[in-house]
């Protein structure tokens, strides 16, 4: 399950990203809690601030693949880091004065949000100079698991910390503090100990020449699409937990960031199921996401606040379970010199629907209640899960009508 620590380098990267995310995690909370304080509730002004954070990737994501392809990782990734602890800096102090306001946090949403488009992708396809092919899979599974970790331990911690320290202000401080973590990880790595990939020399149509790749090969394609579909509606899941915490149940900071861990908590058990698992198969990517609709359906109708906590796990579960699948799948499909790109399109494809989205399920939210936005959710996950396979065989088939007729 483990075996991928044994790797000095990705060992210090997963101790650096484990700080790291539990300082994201109080963010995202205390964001997401300062835009409701602001806005006396509002979930489309929520949803709003979760498509500006998301919207960049969506148009210049691929172009941050191009760049992962281009140059090294890792002064790539230091960089990155040093400027999103610069935003966190920033918005934190507005908040301890007194000065921030609702479109402060959509402006630092943004931002980070293009941050990401290069970050993002370089740091997915960084995994596989740290560890190599063999054991991909299973530092992909452990990033998950670090992630989610830190997602049980960082919403939760960032209730008692919004209630114990007055405001969410401090917490946008202490998370530009734990990004000091990562960049000494990736400072302090050892580079002769790196599988390092050769740079791509600049050139025309590499943008293109990266999407062609994907869409001539059913084993990328398959998993793109479906997690095209499923994210459109999963990346919204945190801002319907706050709602449905906040207006459906009546909890306060506390019990919200409880809603958070126990999701977190599914999250976490399915990537450790991941990491034991020696291949995640295509079955495995659906049962990931079938469950996921399914589950998110139950959740909404959830008639008590306990029962609502407890469904909350097997949803983690189902959810982490599709994406570290398709990750995997995707990254081991690819070839080196294609893999940025690649990343990025993958990337794109698994935040960029969060601008679609979380603003329909914002405004549903606020039309018929956050149990309709979180229903409806659910059953748009499953519709989507079919579609990924209706247009993937469309696709498949037209290529494969094309590429003799071109021969």
């Not at 400027?83 to 000065?99: H, S, V």
């Not at 606020?366 to 979180?374: K, Y």
């Amino acid at each position: 399950m483990f075996r991928s620590l044994r790797i000095r380098n990705y060992r210090m990267f997963a101790a650096g990203g484990a700080v790291s995310n539990v300082g994201t995690w109080l963010q995202r909370t205390a964001q997401d809690w300062l835009v409701l304080d602001l806005t006396h509730g509002s979930a489309g002004a929520l949803g709003t601030a979760t498509a500006l954070q998301f919207l960049p990737m969506l148009l210049f994501g691929m172009f941050g693949g191009v760049l992962a392809d281009r140059y090294p990782k890792r002064p790539i990734l230091v960089t990155a880091q040093s400027l999103m602890a610069l935003l966190a800096l920033t918005i934190g102090l507005l908040t301890m004065t007194g000065q921030a306001q609702v479109w402060h946090v959509y402006v630092m949403a943004f931002l980070l949000g293009v941050i990401s488009c290069v970050e993002v992708p370089t740091r997915q396809a960084f995994v596989v100079e740290m560890v190599g092919r063999r054991d991909l899979p299973n530092a992909i599974a452990l990033n998950s698991s670090i992630f989610n970790l830190a997602r049980v331990v960082g919403p939760a911690l960032a209730g008692v910390l919004i209630y114990v320290l007055g405001g969410t202000g401090p917490l946008f401080l202490i998370n530009a503090l734990t990004f000091g973590a990562v960049i000494s990880s990736l400072v302090c790595m050892r580079a002769s100990e790196l599988n390092l990939s050769e740079p791509v020399p600049r050139a025309k149509g590499q943008l293109r020449e990266g999407l062609r790749y994907v869409l001539s090969r059913e084993e990328l394609l398959m998993p793109v699409l479906l997690i095209a579909f499923v994210s459109m509606f999963s990346q919204s899941f945190s801002m319907s937990i706050a709602l449905m915490a906040r207006q459906v149940f009546g909890a306060g900071a506390s019990s919200f960031g409880l809603a958070s861990s126990m999701f977190a908590v599914g999250a976490l058990g399915g990537a450790l199921l991941a990491a034991r698992r020696a291949r995640l198969t295509r079955k495995v990517l659906f049962a990931g996401a079938i469950g996921f609709g399914l589950f998110q359906i139950a959740t909404g109708l959830a008639p008590f606040y306990p029962v609502y906590l407890l469904l909350l796990v097997p949803t983690g579960i189902a959810l982490i379970t599709i994406n570290t699948a398709a990750n995997a799948s995707v990254q081991l499909a690819t070839s080196p010199e294609m893999r940025g790109r690649v990343m990025g399109i993958y990337m794109l494809v698994f935040t960029g629907g969060a601008p679609i989205g979380a603003p329909l399920i914002g405004w549903l939210s606020d039309l018929g209640g956050p149990r309709a936005g979180v229903v409806l959710s659910g059953a748009l996950v499953l519709v989507g899960t079919g579609l990924a396979v209706l247009v993937t065989r469309l696709i498949s088939a037209r290529v494969h009508r094309t590429v003799p007729a071109m021969a």
